[in-house]
């Protein structure tokens, strides 16, 4: 857990330093309070961090300066409300500041001509104790939200085992998940759902692409632009027993007590699912889960009558084996019919896109001489699948028309057969 946090705190560290951005936004942008980032900058927290030698004059250049936001009558009604119970949480609530904002007004770091009783400090560090804060805010903050619905559980597994995330908090975890921008429907739809816990949608911009010359994948520099968006939920415990349940010891594990249901398999699907329509066959990504979490998944969705096997991937990056899974034949059309209700966004309709399997007797097109010689060209630069679907014709009739079974009179035309086919003829 603390080697994840340390990690996590290093990518802030970098990114305040190379991209100079506000602790705010910063804040925002890894589903953290201002306070928790601040305290990472800073030192006090994730302390093996690596940090540069002015990293304190970068804060101040850095920080927000709360008299520019209240008056003075303001802050003197802040002080004594804290003075009287409330706490720095509730006020940054009330006034719309942040907690840091608070903590220094009450503390004399800022405004510091109002009035503060003697012991302000005395009841600064009393209500800095963990049995307070625990007590405290945590009853502030969560009292008004009830727990989560059904259909939310739902949501969670589905993204959990797909997209999500359960990101660590300062008291508590939230909720995170990322789509590329062509699913923004997708992830306004989460929002809704979890609207008593929703935080809001922030944009992902890079000025980073990927792009494959030569079998060569490569990053290469080109102008910011808008790459996808990100959903964050509000801290809180029921985030925080997800990231028990299913991060035991930081990494993301399948709890043994998981339980499937057509929506959170199809929220699953739309995640890292792959729906070959042309071969009528689906794959899941799996390769963050071992390969006995793996079989555990494939038993959980036999319960919907759906078989899938485990194929074997060899990552390019480190070459270890991982697994995926790969619904074939009556599987597919099961899973299909499965999740199709769920799938409601125009965004994913390639998910559940279908066709019934046909018998080569079942496809009305036919060829002519013209035909058979524009396949024979094709042939050198498409697969077989997509020539039968250009002359609405059954794969097995490119197939054997390719081998020479058929319309022998043009084979001596036909100079693209593979040489896979050929050595067979």
């Known amino acids: 857990m603390r080697e994840e946090q340390n990690k996590v705190g290093q990518k ?11 602790v705010k936004q910063l804040a925002q942008k890894y589903g953290y309070s201002k306070s928790y980032t601040n305290s990472i900058l800073n030192g006090s927290r994730c302390k093996l961090c690596v940090r540069p030698n002015n990293m304190k004059k970068l804060l101040q250049q850095n920080k927000q300066i709360v008299s520019a936001k209240i008056d003075q009558e303001t802050a003197q009604q802040i002080i004594n409300e804290f003075c009287s119970g409330s706490s720095t949480y509730e006020l940054a609530d009330k006034f719309g500041l942040w907690q840091t904002s608070i903590c220094n007004l009450v503390s004399g770091r800022a405004w510091k001509q109002c009035f503060r009783p003697n012991n302000i400090q005395e009841i600064i560090k009393s209500r800095n104790e963990k049995g307070w804060l625990k007590n405290n805010h945590n009853d502030y903050l969560h009292k008004q939200y009830p727990q989560l619905t059904e259909e939310q559980n739902e949501i969670l597994i589905g993204s959990l085992l797909g997209d999500g995330t359960i990101k660590l908090g300062s008291l508590n975890c939230s909720f995170v998940k990322k789509q590329c921008k062509k699913y923004k429907v997708y992830v306004d739809w989460h929002l809704d759902k979890l609207s008593l816990y929703s935080s809001k ?34 801290q809180h415990p029921v985030f925080t027993k997800f990231r ?23 929220i699953w699907f ?13 794959q899941i990504a799996t390769q963050s889960f071992t390969f006995d979490e793996a079989d555990f998944l494939c038993e959980l969705i036999k319960e919907f009558n759906i078989q899938p096997s485990i194929m074997t991937k060899i990552s390019a990056k480190t070459g270890r084996k991982q697994p995926i899974l790969k ?5 597919y059309d099961n899973l299909i019919e499965l999740i ?16 019934p399997a046909m018998e080569q007797w079942q496809i009305s ?30 794969k097995n009739t490119i197939s054997s028309l390719l ?19 050929r050595s067979n003829k």
């Open 403 to 421: 081998r020479g079974d058929s319309w022998k009179h043009l084979q001596h035309l036909n100079t693209y057969i593979p040489k896979s086919i």
């Open 340 to 355: 199709k209700p769920y799938v409601i966004w125009d965004c994913m309709s390639h998910k559940i896109k279908w066709r």
């Open 365 to 394: 097109g036919k060829l002519t001489e013209d035909d058979v010689l524009q396949i024979f060209k094709l042939s050198e630069i498409h697969k077989q699948h997509k020539i039968a679907n250009i002359f609405n014709v059954h």
């Open 244 to 266: 028990n349940k299913w991060y035991p010891e930081g990494n993301k594990i399948i709890p043994t007590d998981l339980k499937l249901t057509p929506l959170s398999i199809a």
């Open 12 to 22: 802030i560290i970098d990114d305040f330093i190379e991209n100079k951005l506000p």
């Open 270 to 282: 739309c995640d890292d699912g792959h729906n070959s329509f042309n071969n009528r066959e689906a």
């Open 327 to 331: 619904c074939n034949s009556k599987s």
């Open 201 to 234: 949608i922030h944009e992902i911009h890079s000025d980073d692409k990927l792009i494959c010359q030569n079998g060569i994948i490569e990053h290469i520099k080109t102008e910011n632009r808008l790459i996808g968006y990100r959903f964050y939920t509000h």
